[in-house]
């Protein structure tokens, strides 16, 4: 059974850090791009990071300077690091990626999200 399994959420005062684990499990021949995705309560999904094989990333321009995105290839994780959180990053985040799991396709897969809440 493939899938994307996250981790890290939780409930953080205003200024504060959180880091969001995503981890790609089962039978995968290869990872291309991986992201992150925020849902807010009555808000579309948008996009907040995403970081490509070769390591180029991308971010929302709200969360430029303050979150950053990795992974590991080896380990087929990917990372996000939250820092000076505002309470407007509450939120689902949603792990996507693109993976191989039967040559030569690509196939787009999310996790089942993890909520974060910036609240004092």
């Known amino acids: 059974q493939v899938q994307l399994v996250e981790s890290g959420g939780g409930l953080v005062q205003p200024g504060g850090s959180l880091r969001l684990s995503c981890a790609a499990s089962g039978n995968i021949f290869n990872i291309g791009h991986m992201g992150w995705y925020r849902q807010a309560p009555g808000k579309q999904r948008e996009l907040v990071a995403t970081v490509t094989s070769a390591g180029h990333t991308t971010y929302a321009d709200s969360v430029k300077g303050r979150f950053t995105i990795s992974r590991d290839n080896g380990a087929n994780t990917a990372r996000l690091q939250m820092n000076s959180l505002k309470p407007e990053d509450t939120a689902i985040y949603y792990c996507?990626?693109?993976?191989?799991?039967?040559?030569?396709?690509?196939?787009?897969?999310w996790g089942q999200g993890t909520q974060v809440t910036v609240s004092s």
């Open positions: 996507n990626a693109d993976l191989m799991v039967k040559v030569p396709f690509w196939n787009d897969y």
